[in-house]
């Protein structure tokens, strides 16, 4: 009888470790629910709304195109900025090599661009050109003023003007600035037989029968050792056995 008196109390009652675990989780649940409400009006505060926009980086990219690619995303609070989604689509802007996104306390963001160096001066079969960066991609017409850049030529009769147009983009792209900067001119009618016009040093030209973009570092070093090599050409389009004449 006296047992189960004894344990009857300890049900009504219960344990004291049951009743600080209880008011444990109902203090963390409280607290919890607190943070998530103070969050959710900080959200809409009017201080914490996005009002400025700062743009950096730009000379030939026009800063009207980085805030058109801003979207949606640049506007409601600071503490929602979707900073990764921002960055990619100002990516996407031509001439735009990377981006970085920041939120500037209490209601701005800013936008910091790096721009594509332009390399080249890709000419189509139709007579039409476009700037080339150091990515390869096509940069605004904005991009060439000013500059020393390679002109890049699909020769006449190409029956793959695109795939010449690409490979000759990726060959300049990928070659070491240091043979970059003696090329006077590159052409291709298709994607497997690029040739470039190098100046040399002491005067002259060599002409180099690079073949298609691939092993760009492996040819640049062969072309480099062979340049001091009699002829007038050097082919590298397979360069384990390059040849010069």
Known sequence: MVQAAGRFRALVVGRPWRRRRRAIVIGVAITAGLVVAALAAAVFLPALQVREVEVEGTGYVEEADIRAALGPGADGSVLLLPTGEIAEQVGAVPGVASVDVERVWPDGVRVRITESAP???????????????????????????????????????????????????????????????????????????????????????????????????????????????????????????????
Request: charged share 20%.
């Open 119 to 245: 390399i080249a001066l890709l000419t189509a079969l139709d007579g039409t050109s476009v700037v080339v960066g150091e990515d390869g991609q096509a940069l605004p017409a904005a991009a060439g003023e000013g500059q020393t850049l390679v002109p890049l030529t699909v020769t006449s009769g190409s029956t793959d003007p695109e795939g010449a147009a690409a490979a000759m983009s990726e060959v300049l792209a990928e070659m070491p600035a240091s043979l970059r900067g003696a090329v006077r001119e590159v052409s291709a009618s298709s994607a497997s037989d690029v040739t470039i016009e190098l100046a040399l040093e002491g005067g002259g030209a060599k002409t180099v029968v690079w073949g298609d973009a691939r092993d760009a570092e492996l040819k640049a070093e062969v072309v480099q050792a062979l340049l001091g090599q009699p002829g007038s050409v050097i082919d590298v389009s397979s360069p384990v056995a390059p040849v010069t004449r």
